[in-house]
């Protein structure tokens, strides 16, 4: 902290976002050698509603274990957001669904600031030129279990369907780092993933 104190000097500092939950008492420490400064917190997402939705992801995959540690960890999350948000001069969350989840727990000062690109009000309809590929595309962490599910859903409901409903060839692209072998092996059996 003396650091920050001296590389800080007399400068007057208005305010101090502290950008991740997991980050608050790195803010809270910067607040105290700014007592002037507005603190706010962006927790992007409630982690005890994404950690409760990880648990259920992996309950459905047949992961009992991991479910229950992602379980737990949602309740910790979820005293952590009830206790520790509430020193804070304003708290944003990208989706107003869990804004208005933790107005409803009594923090004050909680809005949404969404995170996402608008699309265009309107997108130009491509020329005649159809590629001779039909490509879908998935890009995630591989190693996160709602994307893992996200694939597995592709290949066991979504590419049937598409076999039936597509004349001409077609691929799912998988992105990502960090997929689990049984992932990978699900992956390389089908002809349709690259």
């Not at 500092?13 to 502290?18: A, G, H, T, Y």
């Not at 229950?68 to 669904?97: I, N, P, T």
């Not at 997108?123 to 490509?135: H, L, V, Y």
């Not at 994307?147 to 039936?164: R, T």
Request: hydrophobic share 40%.
């Amino acid at each position: 902290m003396r650091g920050l104190v001296e590389q800080l000097g007399n400068k007057s500092v208005k305010r101090i976002v502290v950008f991740r939950f997991y980050l608050h008492d790195v803010g809270r420490a910067i607040a105290s050698v700014c007592p002037k400064a507005k603190l706010e917190l962006d927790m992007d997402d409630l982690e005890s509603t994404t950690r409760l939705s990880v648990a259920l992801c992996l309950a459905r995959m047949g992961r009992p274990k991991e479910a229950l540690r992602s379980l737990m960890a949602a309740a910790q999350y979820a005293l952590l957001e009830r206790f520790v948000v509430k020193g804070y001069d304003a708290v944003w969350l990208a989706a107003k669904v869990d804004a208005r989840l933790l107005s409803d727990r009594g923090i004050p000062n909680v809005g949404a600031r969404p995170n996402r690109i608008e699309y265009p009000p309107h997108i130009p309809e491509r020329g005649s030129s159809q590629p001779a590929t039909a490509r879908f595309l998935f890009v995630g962490s591989l190693d996160y279990p709602p994307n893992q599910e996200a694939v597995l859903y592709l290949l066991n409901q979504i590419q049937p369907i598409l076999e039936q409903c597509l004349t001409r060839p077609w691929t799912f692209r998988v992105v990502g780092r960090r997929a689990p072998e049984d992932l990978v092996k699900r992956m390389e059996a089908s002809d349709r993933v690259e």
